[in-house]
């Protein structure tokens, strides 16, 4: 045996190419699918938010009734009280307490409180340069410079 290279006894075919497949025409059966797909798909997020949006009118609702609880209390309780405020029994009270109206028969006694002698705070006298006693009245320049300037007018 020799050490030839061997050589390829059939020649290397050149590779041909596929012929391109043309798109296939959608069947109408495809057509209809896609179609119900997507009806289906709106349908879904359509409901989905009249969803979302029932259980946010539910909230409103509740806290309305909520609301509506709370106001029928307060109004039963203005009531009563408007009843109270136009009976006898409040005018009868009102003419002891604050009138001090007294029926006939009746003493009225008005507690007074007791004398008390107010007894003296010592309070330290203040030094002589703040007490600076006139003999005359400040004039209206000198009450008007004060004011404004809170110094004693210049050239005293």
Known sequence: MTDQPSQPTSTP?????????????????????????AISLLLAI?????I???????????EMLYSIETLQARATALRTELNFYA????????????????????????????????T?????????EIIQRRDTAPSNFELWWQLFFDS???GR
Do not use: H, Y
Not at 18 to 29: G, Q
Not at 52 to 62: C, L, S
Not at 103 to 115: A, F, N, S, Y
């Open 46 to 50: 359509n409901f989905s938010g009249r």
């Open 87 to 118: 009976s006898d029994a409040f005018i009868e009270e009102w003419a002891r307490r604050e009138g001090k109206m007294i029926r006939p028969g009746e003493v009225l006694v008005v507690p007074v409180p007791g004398r008390t002698t107010p």
């Open 13 to 37: 075919a050149r590779s041909t190419p596929k012929p391109r497949s043309t798109p296939r025409p959608l069947s109408s059966m495809q057509i209809v699918f896609g179609s119900i797909l």
């Open 120 to 128: 003296p705070i010592f309070t330290a006298a203040p030094p002589p």
């Open 152 to 154: 004693p007018p210049p």
């Open 52 to 62: 979302a949006a029932g259980r946010q009118i539910g909230a409103q609702r509740q």
